[in-house]
């Protein structure tokens, strides 16, 4: 049985910085795409950023290039997002999805597994 649990999520100041985590179990880490999505009320579910399996290879949304970093450590099942200088905008559910492919897929579809989410919200 796959668990994907997300966890960091908070209330921050615009400007300030928060770290979500995402523990995986139930499949073998490293075989696995990584992603970050993440869904403001009345929006869809948009891909913020996704690492590959060695973790050669990271992709960021246009919006948060510059400002957040995904990382992950296969020894451990964890995959982190590293969110600075945030802004209101960034306000939503932030979403952590596995996808069993080498490269990232940009689609919601193509991921297999997902966590039930952590709630980032960014005052002005």
């Known amino acids: 049985q796959v668990q994907v649990v997300e966890s960091g999520g908070g209330l921050v100041q615009a400007g300030e910085s928060l770290r979500l985590s995402c523990t995986v179990s139930?499949?073998?880490?490293?075989?696995?795409?990584m992603g970050w999505f993440r869904q403001a009320p009345g929006t869809g579910r948009d891909r913020v950023s996704c690492?590959?399996?060695?973790?050669?290879?990271?992709v960021y949304a246009d919006s948060v290039k510059g400002r957040f970093t995904i990382s992950r450590d296969n020894a451990k099942n964890t995959l982190y997002l590293r969110m600075n200088s945030l802004k209101p905008e960034d306000t939503a559910i932030y979403y952590c999805a596995a996808a069993r492919y080498f490269v990232c897929p940009r689609e919601a579809s193509e991921y297999s597994y997902w966590g039930q989410g952590t709630q980032v919200t960014v005052s002005a």
């Open positions: 139930g499949l073998t880490f490293g075989d696995f795409a």
């Open positions: 690492i590959n399996g060695n973790g050669a290879y990271t």
